[in-house]
């Protein structure tokens, strides 16, 4: 079996309340693993001792280890997959880092695909789910050992307000050079995708400690993701979870006091 086969497996086992305390779901066959299907064998009353042959049954019987909430879509198996850098550990995984996409356009989640980022939380109000929680992708810089990437689609001022904000391509015009509003649906499936991180990475013995922004790991990414999303998205889920704003990491920039009103004296 491979390694992805056998984090599979463990992933099944788990969830059907064979637990894997040491290392979780690490895709190596170690005692504990055998151990738990050695306990699945016994409580299912099967004959079968072969791995190979063990795994289809134990998958077939699998149930997610947390329910998707309503707008969020589990589309990792329709996904390219061709980001994945590797795995992190679910010990590490604390942050949920937000970006704004800067572009918008048609075609649901499909034009977003390839994109190597977590979730993408789309302009119609429903959160695509691209890839497990643990898959390492390079989005967010520093954040990327240790995160959870939300990508919500728009542009958006990094200020709302204040149009010298917007980060607007050269030669746009129209209407990609004014913000856009973030809507109110959207800004919910934001909130719910962020809902499921938590209590997946709670439920692999991890825990979602803080709300990051690109820009607070890159110099580069001023606006990224701008006031509105902040205010709409980080502020109530931090609330809700009793999380906190992550720590400004080197060559970033803190949030604003323009994004959170106890940010005193912090400028954009």
């Known amino acids: 079996m491979t390694r992805d086969q056998i984090r599979d497996l463990q992933l099944a086992l788990i969830a059907q309340g064979y637990p894997l305390p040491r290392w979780g779901a690490d895709g190596y066959l170690g005692d504990e693993t055998r151990s738990a299907l050695e306990s699945w064998v016994e409580q299912h009353s099967v004959m079968v001792r072969d791995i190979d042959d063990l795994a289809p049954m134990v998958l077939a019987e ?18 390219a997959g061709r980001a994945r850098r590797g795995r992190n550990p679910w010990s590490r995984i604390d942050t949920i880092c937000l970006h704004q996409m800067a572009c918008a356009g ?13 979730y993408v939380i789309l302009r ?17 810089n520093s954040w990327n050992p240790r995160s959870v990437g939300l990508e919500i689609e728009g542009w958006y001022a990094g200020v709302e307000g204040d149009p010298e904000t917007l980060w607007v391509p050269r030669g746009a015009t129209g209407d990609r050079t004014r913000s856009q509003v973030l809507g109110e649906n959207q800004a919910d499936a934001a909130i719910q995708a962020i809902n499921h991180a938590v209590a997946v990475v709670a ?11 690109h820009r607070q790991s890159s110099s580069t990414r001023r606006s990224d993701p701008g006031s509105q999303i902040w205010k709409a998205v980080a502020l109530p889920a931090m609330e809700r979870h009793g999380l906190e704003t992550a720590p400004t990491l080197s060559g970033g920039r803190p949030i604003p006091e323009a994004w959170d009103p106890t940010q005193v004296g912090v400028g954009y």
């Open 106 to 118: 048609p075609g649901g989640w499909q034009r977003w695909r390839d994109l190597a980022i977590h």
């Open 62 to 79: 699998q149930r997610p280890l947390v329910d998707l909430p309503r707008w969020v879509v589990d589309h990792r198996q329709d996904h």
């Open 203 to 213: 439920a692999h013995g991890g825990r979602i400690r803080y709300v990051a922004a």
């Open 124 to 140: 119609d109000g429903t959160a695509a789910w691209l890839y497990d929680q643990d898959t390492l992708l390079w989005h967010g």
